[in-house]
């Protein structure tokens, strides 16, 4: 059949010699992020190709940049010629189908279209409220809201979850797990508790209605935090503004950040968001820039719920590879709160399920921040100043800011800050005092009362990042580092003896290892090819959080979905494709995906070029404090040069100057 090009597409098609003329003077680098026209252009390119409707029913889970292969992109020097492609995965909402589309961008031509059988996309969609529909004139659902003195039309279906590995339907079908709660705009946050619905939007159609006979399900008034009812109460303090009389000590040219001490590319990825790559450090003492990662960012960020109903047992969030960070909206960054009032506000290209372009304005946020001492003694000291990026999502009823630090002696930060409000459901008691009748384990319930009838549950955040790290190159490798006691001996003849021992891992399995407070224990990106002028291998250490432990055992939905939670840390040798550590498609019923069958190859991970994986997490028992909003809570892993350099870099660091008008 002969293909139809629509006017439009004849317009797009006819900009496309233009545009390909354009790329190499409007992007500087090939992992520059998708502007607004080029995501205009694969969505054209595919509704000429006939591979999607120009309606409603054709929905976009993903469009973002086809990075080159990343020989192509280390051997990119300005100026020259490279491939310029773009992916969209492309959900058909009435057959169920999914497919990645890869598309030239210089020629404007389909390069494949491949279908994705069994597989459910990443992004939530506004066609997924059907299941109200679906579920309306089920007879066992209306009969259990009849049996609790419940009018059937005074209620609809809760937003729920996708049932994934502890769903009913076939796999590949696009399936939820639902609660009533009522239509009242007062009452809707709350699910009625104890009425469960599995739902099957492929066939539209209930499987299955659980109703437990117990629970709450009287209307209940949330009182989440609303900021059109905050009063002020309380005494301003006096301002303290931020600013930088004689300009910043970085510059940005396009998406890249320089500055006398680092240099490194920044883009907002669709699922990942913030993602930093092209990190290099500028060695003083040779003079000369020095290679440390290739890319790094958020994998994946999981949210667990620890009370025993359906509904909350469902809701492990995969925020990342469910949801893609709820970037279908824009987010503006709050001047002088989000980042100080000296930041460069830059802005970012999202996309709506639809295939559309958002621009989020001043999204990200690049700044220099005052770090504390950078050294001192005695009467001697210098003052650190760090480099900083920033962008901001809300997810729900929770907001995180994704933060990098870059610190003047080589140090990295990546910095998680956790806002926004807790998760509730609906209980029976109004005080938490010992002995209230309500679900309880050995007297302790699953949660803390912030509300009457109102319980935040008992929860856990993970983030999982991945840092491909090439320390001085991309033949590394990968170690771990304990310090522990000399036994007593003629080693140890006084008991206080300390030895770091450094152990190398050969392959993926040796690697899988849970952090150790006793130890200080870290793991290192080592190349052993490069030595400072002690002998010492140049490498960087990752410093961890507190560990915390998943607390779901091994024959739960959160293992099932999520075993990447279940060590904090991973080595693998690198692979284009091997992004996901919990794999690319967790809406879909599966189990064991990503990096639990990546490494059960068990690949060498030795002199080679290897990426790292580190789990950090909370645990999450609210506190009344934190109702109806929470104060910002956050958590970091450090990346620091061990042998990188021969001696502090940052020891020439001269003295702060006085600022006019400031006392010496």
Known sequence: ????????????????????????????????????????????????????????????????????????????????????????????????????????????????????????????????????????????????????????????????????????????????????????????????????????????????????????????????????????????????????????????????????????????????????????????????????????????????????????????????????????????????????????????????????????????????EYGGVLWRHENHARKATNLAIKYYITAGNYDYGFKWIFKEDGVIVVETELNGYPHVRAVTRTMDAPGSADEAHQGNYYGTLVEPHVEANNHQHWFVYRFDLDVDGQQNNVGEMNTTAVPRGPSNPLGSTLVAKTTMFKNEKEAQRDANIATNRNWMVMNHHVMNRFGHHSSYMLMPTAGITPLPDRRSSLFNRAEVLYHHFWATPYHPEELYPAGDYPTTKQKGQGLPAWTAKNRSIDNTDVVVWYVGGVTHIVRPEEWPIMNQHSIAVHLMPMGFLSSNPVLGMPASKPVAGQKK
């Open 1 to 368: 059949m002969k293909k139809k090009v629509t006017i439009l597409g004849l317009f797009f098609l006819s900009m496309a010699s233009a545009l390909a003329q354009q790329t190499m003077m409007q992007y500087r680098h090939p992992l520059d992020p998708l502007d607004s026209m080029e995501i205009k252009l694969i969505r054209q390119v595919l509704l000429d190709e006939q591979k999607i409707r120009n309606d409603s029913s054709s929905l976009f889970s993903i469009i973002n940049l086809k990075e080159p292969p990343k020989a192509e992109v280390l051997a990119y020097k300005s100026g020259e010629a490279f491939r310029r492609e773009g992916y969209a995965m492309v959900y058909d909402f009435p057959s169920n189908t999914l497919a990645k589309a890869v598309v030239d961008l210089k020629t404007a031509k389909l390069l494949s279209f491949d279908k994705i059988p069994d597989k459910q996309p990443v992004g939530s969609f506004k066609g997924d409220t059907i299941v109200s529909a679906i579920v309306k004139d089920n007879k066992e659902w209306n009969d259990a809201l009849k049996k609790r003195g419940i009018n059937p039309d005074s209620v609809k279906s809760h937003r729920g979850t996708f049932a994934a590995d502890i769903g009913l339907a076939p796999v590949g079908h696009r399936e939820r797990i639902v609660s009533p709660a009522y239509k009242n705009k007062d009452f809707y946050e709350m699910p009625i508790a104890g009425i469960y619905a599995y739902i099957d939007i492929t066939d539209k159609k209930v499987l299955k209605v659980i109703d437990t006979g117990a629970g709450y399900d009287k209307p209940t008034a949330v009182n989440y935090f609303d900021a059109k009812k905050i009063v002020a109460d309380l005494e301003a303090p006096k301002p303290i503004v931020i600013t930088q009389p004689e300009g910043t000590n970085y510059r940005i040219e396009g998406n890249q950040v320089i500055s006398p001490f680092w240099k490194f590319r920044f883009g907002i990825h669709n699922r990942e968001g913030l993602v930093i790559s092209d990190v290099q450090y500028f060695d003083h003492a040779q003079r000369k820039w020095r290679y440390i990662m290739y890319r790094g960012g958020l994998a994946e960020m999981i949210v667990n719920y620890g009370s025993p109903d359906l509904l909350n047992a469902a809701n492990n969030y995969f925020d990342v590879g469910v949801y893609r960070l709820f970037q279908n909206v824009a987010r503006p960054l709050t001047y002088g709160v989000d980042a100080p009032e000296n930041a460069t506000y830059l802005p970012s290209i999202l996309h709506n399920e639809w295939g559309s372009p958002i621009k989020s304005d001043s999204s990200v946020a690049v700044f220099e």
